[in-house]
């Protein structure tokens, strides 16, 4: 009996694109939370693009930058569930930001896959020296004043974190993306920083050091480098990228979407994924629908009472 | 130095390759386009190159889109028509004695008798000669100035003098802009406070959105900017027709004789004034806000005070055309001096390469554009340089391929200018109008294009009434950001330290020159 409800099961699944096919009725619009040029950008639109080469739907991508992707998600939330107004962003623009917004809640959207994970990790400029955090902290303790690029609290909370972990000092710089954190180091504007993929070919060059990794594990471009809960900071910032819709979006319509994305992300040949495989290793992230849902819902949860205790 | 060569010759390159490697001329084609529209545009009285740069980017982009791929095409008209419209102008301002551009003005003094005279083609072609070289001078300037002053401000200036430098800036804009310093000064200010919209970085939300969650990334750039610029001045130029104030053309227009052409004995014999008149009009020009026409009243000032013949300015002497289409000319490359280098637009013409540069792909101007990353290359994955380098050094190839336009086909076609030059104002300016709107409508979301340009044009008007000059205006609006995000930086780098400003010597010296420029409008203000 279960065999068959299984084997049913499977055949139904397999049968579902057929019967659940979904078309948009007009172009999709592709809403993406950053800025031109920047991790986020780039990938939403070399997806968009294939995306419309693959099913022939019309994607617009359209930059609607600011706040940690909230400008984008304050938009997106009052558009209707369609699936024909999408918003790109990271999950910290609804696992973290909501938490500074009256307008905003993890609730008032719908999930839809996410696309890659991020390379999150501490740097600095590689005329400085520094190599490990230990040397972040000899610096400070020997008197250099230290200067933290963070593009959102998010990530300023979490350099705070570090530099309370690490009992020195630093002042914060609000930077436009991660883009514009690489430009403050690179123009000597601060002399630590966060990035969350967008440094690799810096990096590669020899222009910047990876401190450490801010990831569960060390990052893909210095795996000998520990990450900071292995020095004992219990810190987390790494992200996803993400596609979500409008609070209400029809699970056949969110699962197609998903279901188009992920036929793309696992085609050896898609731009995209080269992209992710280059920029944000080692392969494209793929958790959709509900599982991704709850995974947003508990990090939330998380960021609240992390916040609740920098607080006190 | 072996490097400079390396990136010199990616930037050349760079703008005859295509997307798949092959070879294109698209760009090349795209300046001719914008050399040949810009010669016209500025030949028709009542328009401008930076009318038609404004009416251009928006159907540019539409036909090439945002991507990368775009910018250069896209750029290089519209560099075209900047550089195109420098010459155009002088054509009716000696055939008829009507400038095509305001800073064709001048021109008339000597243009205009030397053609009454029988000199028409002699007079043409003087001003295309002083014009095209005084031009490439500054573009020589340019290339030289850009690369050194981003080196020099990003190695020595932290954030607070970044800050007072802009701080500076539009102090310095609006003392010398237009007759009422002060009227500028509030309209720098008024232009800071509408931009102040939308994002604020602090994390709490955008504010100034007045609920509209549109608004949360700012005003639509290209709207606000067509509306306050261009629209305006339509709406204006529309009153003046109505009113009959609107002085057709001091002359019957009646083609005069062509005469003999240019020798290059003649030409050779310009040389020493023209290389005063583009050292006088690059000088100028690297300043944010002076402008052609102040280049071009320099200019011939000194030229005429240098002469052995200064009565002689005004009855038609070459060396006066000289004087003013060399100056005014050369201001176009040099105003790209502190756009390339600093991000500051210094006129209305390097505003919209700003925006166009800021709607297109990733590249952006400032100072590490000029970051000289050594080129080096991982087998098997990519190769590692400054992007936006090659990309300068693109924008400085297209620059040159339009100034070899300008000097074939645009001297051929300001021969044959003198009819096209007479096309009403009724005409053009619904036109304008309309494709404004429509541009504004396509690009920026729809009815809240539409809406801001309408607004936008609603003040620029204004302010156009009250005599107040709109230049100070936008560049405050453009520059307020950068400024927020410079100025929040110093304070939250300092550690909260509350005279973040006043701790460095260079952002002291440059906040006490601006103090300087506000106590001088004041005075200057009290006088009048």
Partial sequence: ?312 | MDLVFQYIQLGITSVFEGPEGGLTLLPVFMVLIGVLTGVLIGAIPGMSGPFAMAIALPILVSIFGYGNDALYPVLGCLLGIMKGATVGGAVPAILFRTPGTPDAFLTTLDGYPMAAKGHARKAIQTAHFSSVLGDNFSDLALFIAAPAIALTVERILGLPEKSALIILSLCFMAAVVGKAPLKGLLGGLLGMFVSLIGSAMSGNGPRLTMGMPELGNGLPLTSAVLGVLVISEVLVSMEDIRNNCDDASSSDGKRPEMGPRLTWVERTAMLPGILRGASIGTLIGSLPGIGTTTAATLSYDSAKRASKTPEAFGTGVPAGVVATESANSAVSGANLIPVMSLGIPGNSAAVFIILAVETIGDFAFGPQVFQFTPIREIEGFDTILNAGLVTAFGIFTMMMIANFWNWTFGAMLMGVLGHLAKIPKSVMLPVILMVSLTAAYTQDGGYLGLLTASVFALIGYVLRRLDVSILPFVIGFLLAPTLEVLVRGAFTASGGDPFFLLKSPIALVMLALSVFLLGRMVVQARKT
Wanted: glycine letters at 10%; hydrophobic letters at 40%.
């Fill in chain 1, 1 to 312: 009996m279960r065999k068959i409800l299984t084997m049913g099961a499977a055949l139904s699944l397999l049968a579902a694109p057929a019967l659940a096919e979904w078309n948009p009725d007009g172009p999709i619009r592709l809403w993406i939370g950053y800025g031109a040029g920047g991790g986020t950008d780039v990938q939403g639109r070399t997806l968009a693009k294939e995306i419309e080469a693959l099913r022939g739907w019309k994607v617009l991508p359209e930059n609607k930058a600011g706040e940690d992707g909230t400008v984008m998600s304050a938009q997106l939330k009052g558009e209707e569930p369609d699936g024909q107004t999408l918003g790109f962003a990271i999950t910290t623009t609804y696992d973290f930001a909501p938490m500074n917004s009256d307008n905003l809640s993890p609730e008032d959207f719908t999930y839809v896959t996410t696309t890659a994970g991020s390379q999150m990790a501490v740097l600095a400029r590689a005329e400085s020296g520094w190599e490990t955090l230990d040397d972040l902290k000899a610096a400070a303790d020997a008197g250099e004043e230290l200067v933290w690029a963070n593009w959102g609290t998010q990530v300023e909370a979490g350099a705070e974190i570090v530099a309370r972990a690490l009992d020195i000092d630093v002042n914060h710089l609000r930077t436009k993306g991660g883009r514009g954190a690489l430009n403050a180091l690179v123009s000597m504007d601060a002399n630590v920083g966060w990035g969350g993929g967008v440094q690799k070919p810096l990096v590669e060059a020899g222009e910047l050091n990876i401190l450490a990794s801010a990831e569960t594990s060390p990052v893909a471009l210095a795996p000998e480098k520990p990450t900071l809960q292995d020095v004992g900071i219990d810190l987390n910032l790494g992200y996803q990228y993400i596609i979500t819709g409008p609070a209400g979006m029809p699970d056949e319509i969110r699962d197609e979407i998903a279901a188009v994305v992920a036929e793309i992300l696992n085609n050896p040949d898609s731009e995209t994924r080269q992209f992710i495989e280059k920029q944000y290793p080692p392969a494209p992230i793929l958790t959709s629908g509900d599982e991704l849902r709850s995974q947003v819902m508990t990090t939330y949860e998380a960021n609240v009472n992390m916040m609740e205790a920098l607080a006190e």
